[in-house]
């Protein structure tokens, strides 16, 4: 029989249990075979789904019944308080980019591009390829797979590139991401109640990550350009800092990027103070125009910790990440990363190298470099065109966000409801200060949406801007 029987039934006995009391005989099997002209299995069918609801109840040799409520038992969880005492980490750490929205809200609030944007035909065929090999039931190296380490390693410089000390695969550790590599770091290189310095504005994961280390957060400004080296030196003298961690190249949620000079000046002050620079490349395969050179291939004591996720670039349940460090602070690291996840899934170890050694590869980058371009300079039309040529602070050569301030009275967080409610989200941008905001901003993320929803999204900004 048809599910549609299945559902005429179902319709009708709904009825009953509606009509009837708690506990009253509902139609044996036989009467409702012979009432629908049904097969006893689509009955049963029928009768199993309400079951599922709690609506109906069987009993063996005597038939079905309407359900007695069941009462309801208002578990007691006030123990918990005096066993956990104050909170030690804000519950709201977690970002607005990472909120789930429906299908038929705009979202411009992601930290990950659309799937369109994705190697899906790689990475789809490197699962199958790696699901079938031996890392599928085999537990790989604690430090990743060779072929994947040594990956990372030779990308830090480019082909033929001379550096003052050549990363070896032996500085690589492949880790769940990047995120939990900013943990492993944190806890590692730093004892709560530590201090560490941040851009700021900066990633809301690496504060809530810090946070969650029980770090102190001494926050230096920067806005499309990197921070005052002279800032940098002041924060390093008044905490007692070693850790300054920083997103040189297209920087979330500004897209700013550090030039030369800043690169020269603020390492300067990294070795002078005896610190080590925490780099995150997030956005290393979203460069736009030019190419990233990170901090590392210039850095020869020691003084750089990097840290590269693929996960944005290649698929989002691809969770594969590496962190690079020289010296003893590679070692605590490990210790940590081992500790915590013991190591990283062969399977998706593998299957990120099959991607990336695939010739489709460089062509997706080739690909993908031109669709954030058109992606990037039509969010910046719409946005000069309904927010206001002065909304936009700049446009970054790279990245996936355009950082957008608004007038100082706007209330960002009414803003971003009241958006939401009319079909559009965005990310507020006080989700990116460690200390209070220093105007009202809002973070737009251009590879999640469709860039045809891009005109209609920042015309229902502007209306709620309005009050319309």
Same mark, same amino acid.
């Given at each position: 029989?048809?599910?549609?029987?299945?559902? %005429?039934?179902?319709?009708?006995?709904?009825?009953?249990?509606?009509?009837?009391?708690?506990?009253?005989?509902?139609?044996?099997?036989?009467?409702?075979?012979?009432?629908?002209?049904?097969?006893?299995? %689509?009955?049963?069918?029928?009768?199993?789904?309400?079951? =599922?609801?709690?609506?109906?109840?069987?009993?063996?040799?005597?038939?079905?019944?309407?359900?007695?409520?069941?009462?309801?038992? *208002?578990?007691?969880?006030?123990?918990?308080?005096? +066993?956990? #005492?104050?909170?030690?980490?804000?519950?709201?750490?977690?970002?607005?980019?990472?909120?789930?929205?429906?299908?038929?809200?705009?979202?411009?609030?992601?930290? $990950?591009? %659309?799937?369109?944007?994705?190697? &899906?035909?790689?990475?789809?065929?490197?699962?199958?390829?790696?699901?079938? &090999?031996?890392?599928?039931?085999?537990?790989?190296?604690?430090?990743?797979?060779?072929?994947?380490?040594?990956?990372?390693?030779?990308?830090?410089?480019?082909? &033929?590139?001379?550096?003052?000390?050549?990363?070896?695969?032996?500085?690589?550790?492949?880790?769940?991401?990047? *995120?939990?590599?900013?943990?492993?770091?944190?806890?590692?290189?730093?004892?709560? #109640?530590?201090?560490?310095?941040?851009?700021?504005? %900066?990633?809301? #994961?690496?504060?809530?990550?810090?946070?969650?280390?029980?770090?102190?957060?001494?926050?230096?400004?920067?806005?499309?350009?990197?921070?005052?080296?002279?800032?940098?030196?002041?924060?390093?003298?008044?905490?007692?800092?070693?850790?300054? $961690?920083? *997103?040189?190249?297209?920087?979330?949620?500004?897209?700013? !990027?550090?030039?030369?000079?800043?690169?020269?000046?603020?390492?300067?002050?990294?070795?002078?103070?005896?610190?080590?620079?925490?780099?995150?490349?997030?956005?290393?395969?979203?460069?736009?125009?030019?190419?990233?050179?990170?901090?590392?291939?210039?850095?020869?004591?020691?003084?750089?910790? $990097?840290?590269?996720?693929?996960?944005?670039?290649?698929?989002?349940?691809?969770?594969?990440?590496?962190?690079?460090?020289?010296?003893?602070?590679?070692?605590?690291? *490990?210790?940590?990363?081992?500790?915590?996840?013991? $190591?990283?899934?062969?399977?998706?170890?593998?299957?990120?190298?099959?991607?990336?050694?695939?010739? #489709?590869?460089?062509?997706?980058?080739?690909?993908?470099?031109?669709?954030?371009?058109?992606?990037?300079?039509?969010?910046?039309? !719409?946005?000069?065109?309904?927010?206001?040529?002065?909304?936009?602070?700049?446009?970054?050569? =790279?990245?996936?966000?355009?950082?957008?301030?608004? +007038?100082?009275?706007?209330?960002?967080?009414?803003?971003?409801?009241?958006?939401?409610?009319?079909?559009?989200?965005?990310?507020?941008? +006080?989700?990116?200060?460690?200390?209070?905001?220093?105007?009202?901003?809002?973070?737009?993320?251009?590879? &999640?949406?469709?860039?045809? !929803?891009?005109?209609?999204?920042?015309?229902?900004?502007?209306?709620?801007?309005?009050?319309?």
């Amino acid at each position: 029989m048809s599910d549609d029987s299945t559902s %005429t039934i179902e319709r009708h006995l709904r009825r009953l249990v509606e009509s009837r009391p708690a506990g009253s005989r509902l139609p044996s099997t036989r009467a409702l075979v012979a009432e629908h002209a049904a097969s006893p299995v %689509t009955v049963q069918r029928a009768v199993r789904r309400l079951v =599922g609801e709690g609506l109906i109840e069987t009993r063996p040799g005597a038939g079905s019944f309407v359900a007695r409520p069941r009462a309801v038992r *208002q578990a007691d969880f006030a123990w918990q308080t005096t +066993a956990l #005492g104050a909170p030690r980490v804000d519950t709201s750490a977690v970002g607005t980019a990472m909120a789930a929205v429906g299908p038929s809200v705009i979202a411009m609030h992601s930290g $990950y591009p %659309t799937e369109e944007l994705l190697p &899906g035909r790689l990475v789809r065929a490197a699962l199958v390829r790696a699901s079938r &090999g031996a890392s599928a039931l085999s537990r790989g190296p604690v430090d990743g797979l060779p072929e994947l380490r040594s990956w990372f390693a030779a990308e830090i410089a480019p082909v &033929g590139a001379s550096a003052p000390a050549p990363v070896s695969s032996d500085d690589v550790m492949i880790t769940p991401g990047g *995120q939990s590599a900013l943990a492993s770091i944190f806890r590692a290189l730093a004892a709560p #109640g530590d201090a560490v310095v941040v851009e700021s504005p %900066t990633y809301w #994961g690496a504060i809530a990550a810090a946070r969650q280390a029980g770090l102190r957060i001494i926050p230096v400004a920067r806005g499309s350009r990197a921070p005052s080296a002279a800032d940098l030196d002041e924060a390093f003298a008044a905490s007692g800092a070693r850790l300054f $961690y920083a *997103q040189p190249h297209f920087a979330n949620p500004t897209g700013a !990027q550090w030039n030369t000079e800043e690169r020269r000046d603020i390492m300067s002050v990294v070795r002078a103070r005896g610190a080590y620079l925490i780099e995150d490349d997030w956005a290393h395969d979203f460069a736009i125009e030019g190419d990233v050179l990170p901090l590392l291939a210039e850095d020869a004591d020691g003084h750089v910790v $990097y840290i590269r996720s693929l996960t944005k670039s290649l698929s989002p349940s691809l969770r594969v990440g590496a962190v690079i460090a020289r010296g003893p602070a590679l070692a605590r690291i *490990q210790a940590d990363r081992t500790v915590d996840d013991l $190591y990283v899934s062969g399977v998706l170890q593998s299957a990120a190298v099959d991607v990336l050694r695939d010739p #489709g590869w460089r062509g997706h980058l080739v690909r993908l470099r031109s669709q954030l371009r058109d992606r990037r300079d039509e969010l910046a039309r !719409q946005v000069k065109a309904h927010l206001g040529p002065d909304a936009l602070t700049f446009v970054p050569r =790279g990245g996936l966000n355009l950082w957008v301030r608004l +007038a100082d009275n706007v209330d960002v967080s009414g803003l971003v409801e009241r958006s939401r409610n009319a079909g559009v989200m965005v990310a507020p941008g +006080a989700d990116w200060f460690p200390a209070e905001p220093t105007g009202a901003f809002i973070r737009l993320n251009y590879s &999640g949406a469709r860039p045809e !929803q891009f005109a209609e999204a920042m015309e229902t900004v502007a209306a709620q801007l309005a009050g319309r």
